[in-house]
Structures are given as structure tokens and as C-alpha cells.
């Protein structure tokens, strides 16, 4: 088996709510995915779908409601804080806004090196390692002895990206880290990602709304509606043929490069449901163009719908006409 197809992330059934036990919000409800070692995963859905909250979750920086969350195969919710905390340098995260996530009253060289003193690395050792980890993202040697403020939010978040690998990592998760950045700079950060995975093997979780950077940067997709898993599959097939209707809305409504584009809009009905109160059924019934009668009976589960491709909807299928939008099977054709 190669490395790219084994899990190093299994993520079984995971629940997070919030609130009270009679009114909870229902942050995450029963997502199940993995992640291969060696694959950046992304996970995409709109403000409140989430997101952040599964990669908090999956980290144990917040505790689950239910579920697993495996990390080769063991479960992190058994570890106790003091093997808890030896994991930690195998598990990082680079935080959505770079210039919060970083002390204002620390020198850069004091950030790195508190990241490598917390996890072990002789003192000796550490100023070395910090000028390669500043090379490693494009940073130079003189910029250790700034402060944040001095710094652009590009070059923020380059710091914050070092902090991460600061303790050679196996697994990542990356939270929006695009979203804080001015859209001129976005572009430099996305390829210094592409470069690092690459150059380094990185395994991520890569949160973001950008369907275009997704689509550039990962191996596969999670898809997310309100808390609850859509649709996953490789990304070159998502993007070409989606299965779920949200997932057709979502690439639908993405803005398109190209003028002369005429990809159809698929007009969605009403505002997102509150978490604490979803629909019965699928909870993307209220708003899907194509729901029926039988979709407000179960939850449709996450099918197999094809070789790798996963959808929860009774009326998704590959097989489908693309160009057709009639009964069951449905699919837009929205990127044939």
C-alpha cells in the first residue's frame, strides 16, 4: 500500500454541540471522513457549515460530543493531557488571522523558539533551526529579532506557517488561512502551501470558502451543509461532475474567471436553517431546487455512489444526464 492511501486521520461519527443539553447547536453532526497520508483534504461549505469547529475538534483544542477521532488508528479522547501534549509536535495548526495568533510583545525568534523549547529541542539546536524554518518560507535571517507588527499580514502568516513546521509535523490543519490576507498577497501564501506539501510530504486539512484555491491545492473534498457531511470525492471529480445538489449550487454560485462563462445559477431557497433547529430528514431539503417528499422522512446517509465518491442524497447518481434536471438522478451538468 502506498503512502498516499494510507488513513492517518480517521474521523468516525463526530459530534460537537454547543448550548444546553435540550437546545443544543448542532455544530457538527455525525461527520465521518480520513485522511491519507500525504493528501491535503479540503473542507468546504459556507460560514457556519462547521467548518472550524471540526478542525479545532479534530485537534482536541475543543473536546467532541461524540464520535472518534483516530490518529493512526489510536483514539486522541483516550490520551491523557500528559501524552496529549507529547502528540502536540505531530499536530499543528496555522490559525485564520496570523497577526492575533501571534504575540505582539514577543521578537519572532522568541515565538519559533518557545515552539521548539515546548517540545524538546536543545537549546543549542534551536537558533539553527530557526533560520532554516524563516529560509523554509521565504523569510530572512534579520527578520528574527522583529516583532509581528513589523511585518505584513503575508509575511504574518509565513510566520505563523514557520510556527507550525517548527516541530516537523505530520499532520496540518489550515484554518481559513487565506481569508485575513489581502487578495494581492493570497496568491504568494497559496504557493508557498503547494511548495511545502510538495517539498515536505505534509499531510492537511485545508479549511477554506475559495473554491478556486481548493480546487488548486487539494487531493480530495468534504463538502458541508449545516454541520452535516454533503458529498465527498476527489477533487478533479467533484469539480467536473458534482453529485449533491448543494454541491452543484455551491460551483455554481462560484464566481468564474472567465466573462464568457454562462454556467447557470441554481437559485436556492430561503437562509440556512438554525443549528438548533435543523429540518427533519436531509437538512438541505428547505433550500434544495429538487427536494421531494421522501427527503423530509430520514437522513439520507453517505453513500458510495461511485469508486470513491460519496454523496448524501437520494436523488444524486454519476450515471445521471448531466444536462437533465428531471426526477431522480439529478445532476446540473454545471462543469461538464
Not at 34 to 42: F, N, P, S, V, W
Not at 62 to 72: H, P, S
Not at 137 to 166: C, K, N, T, W, Y
Not at 265 to 279: Q, R, T, Y
Request: proline content about 8%.
Amino acid at each position: 500500500m502506498s503512502a498516499i492511501e494510507t488513513p492517518l486521520i480517521e474521523v468516525r461519527h463526530l459530534k460537537r454541540y454547543f448550548g444546553s443539553a435540550d437546545k443544543p447547536v448542532r455544530a457538527v453532526d455525525d461527520v465521518s471522513f480520513e485522511i491519507r497520508a500525504g493528501e491535503t483534504l479540503g473542507l468546504v461549505g459556507e460560514s457556519g457549515s462547521g467548518k472550524s469547529t471540526i478542525g479545532r475538534t479534530v485537534l482536541r483544542l475543543i473536546e467532541r460530543t461524540g464520535g472518534q477521532v483516530l490518529y493512526r488508528g489510536g483514539d486522541l479522547a483516550a490520551l491523557s493531557a500528559e501524552r496529549m501534549r507529547k502528540l502536540r509536535s505531530k499536530l499543528q495548526i496555522i490559525f485564520q488571522d496570523p497577526y492575533a495568533s501571534l504575540n505582539p510583545k514577543m521578537r519572532i525568534s522568541a515565538i519559533l523558539d518557545e515552539a521548539l523549547a515546548t517540545h524538546g529541542l536543545a537549546k543549542g539546536r534551536r537558533n539553527e533551526r530557526i533560520a532554516e524554518l524563516l529560509d523554509l518560507v521565504g523569510l530572512r535571517p534579520e527578520h528574527a529579532s522583529r516583532f509581528p507588527h513589523e511585518f505584513s499580514g503575508g509575511q504574518r502568516q509565513r510566520i505563523g506557517i514557520a510556527r507550525a513546521l517548527a516541530v516537523e509535523p505530520e499532520f496540518i490543519v489550515a484554518d481559513e488561512p487565506l481569508s485575513a490576507l489581502d487578495v494581492s498577497i493570497q496568491a504568494q501564501v497559496i504557493n508557498l502551501l503547494a511548495e511545502l506539501r510538495e517539498r515536505l510530504s505534509l499531510t492537511m486539512l485545508f479549511i477554506s470558502h475559495d473554491l478556486d484555491v481548493v480546487e488548486y491545492l487539494c487531493d480530495r473534498v468534504v463538502v458541508l451543509y449545516l454541520g452535516r457531511v454533503m458529498e465527498v470525492s476527489t477533487t478533479a471529480e467533484l469539480f467536473a461532475r458534482p453529485l449533491h445538489p448543494y454541491t452543484q449550487a455551491l460551483l455554481a454560485a462560484s464566481p468564474k474567471p472567465d466573462p464568457l462563462d454562462k454556467t447557470e445559477v441554481i437559485p436556492l431557497k430561503g437562509d440556512i436553517p438554525s443549528p438548533m433547529n435543523p429540518p427533519s430528514g436531509c437538512v438541505f431539503r428547505t433550500r434544495c431546487p429538487k427536494a421531494i417528499d421522501a427527503c423530509a422522512q430520514t437522513i439520507p446517509p453517505l453513500e458510495e455512489k461511485a469508486p470513491g465518491r460519496f454523496s448524501a442524497c437520494i436523488l444524486s447518481s454519476p450515471d445521471a444526464n448531466p444536462g437533465s434536471t428531471d426526477g431522480p438522478g439529478w445532476t446540473s451538468g454545471l462543469r461538464p
